[in-house]
């Protein structure tokens, strides 16, 4: 347990170093009028404070800097609730007000504000369309025997599919072959369309459709399953304008760690349960952020939870406000998902 004095120049550290990006001194933090302690009184707690692996020592300054765990410590123990101010939640507001009208508008919006109000990295894991049921399908003719196939889930969820279709295929085939669809294959997940075009509605359309044959083959290259969930990325730039990103070699790794999805895809879902989650420094599993905090809060449809939004930033990082903006847009998300037009 921390003495009480320890605690207000652990706090004041944290807080000037966030601001500051300079080692913090004893006579910078007896200065403040929250800290009624002499600058020699400072140092000692300073010093205890190292010891215990709260502070870190920077070469060459006489100043301390927070470790991992001073972080860790100031996160769980010393945060107070932070405020929205007018212009946080006008920020916030856009994802509920703005006309969007696909799932995956609503993903990138949602990470292009969070990444705006941040000046962090953002990212957004989008739900698994594999496990959503069909709502609606459509095939749009085009030029060139070509036509799209759009799927859209009950999620909103919406893929669009860009197929050949035979010069013998009339637009009467089409339209009987899209009534045929949404009248046996709504509510079906979409990773089981496949299956149900083969087995039950290959017999339909022998019997409705001319030229079934064409249409079935082009149905069935339409349906293939997506690749599970997708990500949503903004502000990958913003890391290059904090001091602790100045090191060429560290914003390569984390370039690079950013750009392996499937590794990133397994990171999130590891941390996709209730709540809101803050890893620090070494806590997070891939090597790339170990110089960095992570704060992700999951979302929910209908109330299930189904994918994570964060921030990826320095540890250096204004974890109050952080953490009530991560928060509050996970929420906003779930309530715009949740009330998604249907």
Known sequence: MLTERQLLVLHAIVDDYVRSAEPVGSRSISKREDIPYSPATIRNEMADLEELGFLEKPHSSAGRVPSHQGYRYYVDHL??????????????????????????????????????????????????????????????????????????????HVENRLVQVDEN????????????????????????????????????????????????????????????????????????????????????????????????????????????HVSIGQENELEAFESCSVITASYAIDGRHVGTLGVIGPTRMEYKRMIKVVDSLSKDLTKRLTGFER
Do not use: C
């Open 79 to 156: 945060l107070s609730p932070h405020r929205l101010t007018v212009a946080e939640r006008a920020g916030l507001s856009r994802l509920t007000t703005a006309r969007l009208q696909a799932m995956e508008e609503v993903f990138q919006e949602s990470a292009r504000i969070l990444s705006e109000m941040t000046s962090y990295v953002s990212i957004v894991l989008g739900p698994e369309s594999i496990n959503e049921r069909l709502r609606h399908i459509q095939i749009i003719p085009m030029s060139n025997q070509k036509a799209v196939v759009i799927l859209v889930s009950e999620n909103g």
């Open 169 to 276: 295929v009339t637009p009467s085939d089409l339209e009987r072959t899209v009534n045929l669809l949404n009248e046996r294959l709504v509510g079906t997940p979409l990773s089981s369309l496949q299956r149900k075009l083969n087995t039950e509605l290959a017999q339909l359309f022998k019997a409705h459709i001319n030229n079934y044959e064409h249409i079935l083959h082009m149905l069935q290259q339409s349906m293939v399953p997506a690749s599970g969930e997708k990500l949503f990325f903004s502000g990958k730039t913003n890391l290059m304008e904090q001091p602790e990103f100045q090191d060429v070699e560290k914003m390569r790794l984390l370039y690079k760690a950013l750009e392996e999805e499937n590794l990133l895809q397994k990171w999130l879902r590891a941390q996709q349960t209730d709540g809101l």
